[in-house]
């Protein structure tokens, strides 16, 4: 009997000892087995023309942590070259961010990917952005996504708010607005100041650059024609006329015109919501005397946009658009500043508080921002716009020297556009401004160097 009890507990240890090396042995693990292979590391790079990218990054790299992404910082002024140059070597970066001032320069390259196609499949997310910005990222012939926007900004007014109350002008920020609304207060407010030495505009044109920011399409619409001779434009020369001109205009942009900030020469500055970074650089002593509100003559213009390009040389473009759509759809949630995220369901989503900016008297504005933004129309490039833009500046300049009526001037600048136009068209490659033109065209967002280009959206 005892024996029978051995033989009987022998056999049950061989039968546990059977069934365990079984199952370890269709489970796939042996003593031998080599741990798992970590995810092969990935590293990127990054061209942008501002900082603050380390809080996006270190969020990108919690998710994925086998990728590192070295950034560089481009300048503002240097970003058409650089860029340009770099996709024609063949050295691009895996990821570039643009000003939308820039577009111009790369809206017909095929050296940039099509977000369209797959894997990127970009066109799941239309139905997020506005349409008018989604056509500011096509490329020329409308055929191809080459943009990818982070942030879009519009157009506002800063102002001196000790200026206009010391000559008894409103100074919270919707009552001047609504004050400015009317044509005849916006002359007696420029009049008044100048007859004090101290400006609004910086210079006579700039009244009809606000104009040209509220407008749908660009100065060149899409049959390659001058867009811009109609009553809108007629109003906004007439207004112009009527605003005295007896104090130097200012660049904001050169020494001098920081000097005029600095010195309250100029008591109201029309820039995008990243404005308040560039005068608290020019003007750090004058913190506390600024305010922020919307665009006078009841204009909602649109000021520029960030925006990503995807080169098409790069060696990890897979992984290059998982960042860049990561941050546009996702990260943008939990803010960009006082800038506005440009794809619309990461505002309902925001967990961004909005915050009082001490430049501006702990004014808080990133409620106008969003409702400005949802007001403002994005520009379709052309590859024309900055050839264009030059003569534009010139026809005004003469026709206003010289005392002609609105009329006469509009329809000198549409021959003479029109007729450039048509040069531009016949020429062999001229669909493509270089980047030596694009670098000498003066524009608002375009000034913006890299002192002060942190902001058209800080993630």
Known sequence: MKKMWVVLALLVLVIGIYLAFGQTKQQGVSPEASPVKPAEKISLSFWTYYGGWEDTIKAFNDLHPEVSIKVTEVTYADQVKKYTEALASGNAPDIMMLDSAAFPNFGDSDKLENLLDAPYNAGEYKAGFS????????????????????????????YREDILKKYGFPTDPEKLATYMDDPDNWVKM????????????Q????TINLFASAQRTGMVNDNNQFAFNNDTFEQAIALTQRMKEHVPGINIWEDSGEE??????????????????????????????????????????WENSSVFL?????????????????VVTDH??????????????????SSQKPQPTTFLGGQIVYPLNVELASKMHERKYTAQDNEVQKLWNELLAKGIEKGWKPKTILDQAEKEINRKLADLAGKAGATAPTAATAANTSTDAAAASEATSSAAARP
């Open 190 to 201: 420029n009049n008044t100041l100048q007859n004090k030495g101290i400006r609004i505009t």
């Open 131 to 158: 349409q008018t910005l989604w056509d500011s990222n096509l490329s020329f012939d409308g055929k191809r996504l080459i943009g990818w926007p982070l942030s879009s900004s519009p157009k506002v007014t800063y």
């Open 310 to 326: 995807l080169p098409s040389g790069g060696k990890h473009k897979e992984m290059a658009w998982t960042f860049m759509n990561y």
């Open 203 to 206: 210079w006579y044109g700039e």
């Open 260 to 301: 005029a900030v600095r010195d309250g020469k100029l008591a109201m500055v029309y820039l995008g919501v990243w404005g308040d970074s560039v005068l608290e650089q020019w003007a750090p002593e004058t913190a506390g005397k600024w305010r922020q509100t919307r665009l006078p003559l009841k204009l909602n213009g």
């Open 332 to 349: 943008a949630k939990y803010g960009l500043g006082n800038a506005v995220p440009a794809y619309a369901p990461v505002l309902s989503n």
